[in-house]
């Protein structure tokens, strides 16, 4: 491999540009090499922005002609299915936001191939990449070890809609409409689903599926949906351990601002983080209270001021280059479907159907 790691992307819209592009172009071992983009202008326009030199109509040409080290392909999910596959065979490193697919088998398929072709595929969880994120998570797994705390009793999510933009700037374009291609069709929604059930899931897997991972990712262990109440505004699950976690959705609208807070309660303290927006480049908060001994202790450590998305992307060139672990496999974002697939059986049966 070349001293830089020579990268190829697939789609220049608003998260390929804003949340990847322009993080990729800031790290000195990058090289950006090719872009493919279905619209010809704005293709150019991007590549001149970031110093890319060759520009391609569809993955496949930059695939068979580009020499790259890896591929960033940020593309709307339903089409991973279709595009992934060729990157993966074609023995390349490969980075797709979330969710890894529609449905839950694809996701396996996608996961298999990886596994087959021994190449990294990370699933863009970002938040797993915030400096407040990593430290709850060495916290958690202390007090678990040490059991000085008690134990996991209770985690609790809140998570309502909010400004997730925080005033980033407008992604450039020439003003073209995205071409559609006969070989890349969406991937259908699950069958057992009907239409107005298939759009419930299809919303919570596009906008609630970080929530669903990275409690995962805090507490080091999986969990199963209990009960959704009718209203879809909170479930409830229960994880292996035996621990209850509670996620609360959108029981209010942040309009101007974001508020997405995790609390993990020990038996006797908790652990509490709260996560940035996506495009907010700062770090998020951990909030520590300790009741064991004879004197309470409530602290606040400051983090780092990283930005979720460019620790991402340097730590998805550390697997690439290095063969550090990959910090969101495959395997795991596969079971933010399952967990999802939970949810919206529980919220039907709730609801009586």
Request: aromatic share 10%.
């Amino acid at each position: 491999m070349a001293k830089k790691v020579r990268m190829g992307f697939v789609g220049a819209g608003l998260m390929g540009q804003l949340a990847h592009l322009a993080n990729y172009a800031v790290l000195p071992d990058v090289e950006l090499v090719a872009l493919a983009e279905g619209r010809r202008k704005t293709a150019e326009v991007v590549a001149a922005r970031y110093g890319i030199d060759r520009t391609y109509p569809n993955h496949r040409e930059m695939l068979a002609d580009a020499r790259l080290d890896a591929v960033v392909a940020v593309l709307p999910y339903r089409l991973h299915h279709a595009v992934v596959p060729d990157i993966l065979n074609a023995s390349k490193p490969c980075l797709t936001e979330k969710p890894i697919a529609v449905r839950a088998e694809t996701g396996r398929r996608l996961a298999e191939l990886a596994r087959k072709r021994g190449v990294v595929y990370q699933i863009g969880y970002n938040k797993r990449s915030d400096p407040a994120s990593q430290y709850a998570k060495r916290l958690i797994g202390e007090w678990r070890a040490s059991a000085e705390f008690g134990p996991l009793r209770y985690a609790r999510v809140e998570m309502p809609p909010g400004d997730w933009m925080q005033q980033a700037e407008p992604p450039l374009s020439a003003g073209e409409k995205q071409p559609t291609y006969k070989d890349q069709q969406g991937e259908p929604m699950p069958e057992w689903m009907d239409k107005k059930t298939q759009g419930l899931y299809n919303t919570f897997i596009n906008y609630y599926v970080h929530q669903l991972n990275l409690l995962r990712y805090l507490l080091g262990e999986d969990y199963r949906v209990r009960y959704a109440d009718p209203a879809g505004l909170t479930f409830s699950a229960t994880t292996d351990t035996g621990a209850t976690a509670t996620f609360e959705m959108a029981a209010y609208h942040c309009r101007d601002h974001w508020e997405e807070t995790y609390t993990v309660c020990f038996e006797k303290g908790y652990i509490r983080v709260e996560v940035p927006a996506p495009m907010a480049r700062q770090a998020g908060r951990v909030k520590v209270y300790k009741g064991a001994g004879d004197v309470t202790v409530c602290e606040a450590p400051l983090m780092k001021s990283r930005w979720s998305m460019r620790e991402q992307a340097r730590r998805f060139i550390e697997s690439v280059r290095d063969g550090r672990p990959n910090v969101s496999p495959p395997e795991d974002a596969v079971k933010d479907l399952e967990v999802a697939e939970q949810y919206v059986r529980c919220l039907l049966a709730s609801r009586g159907g």
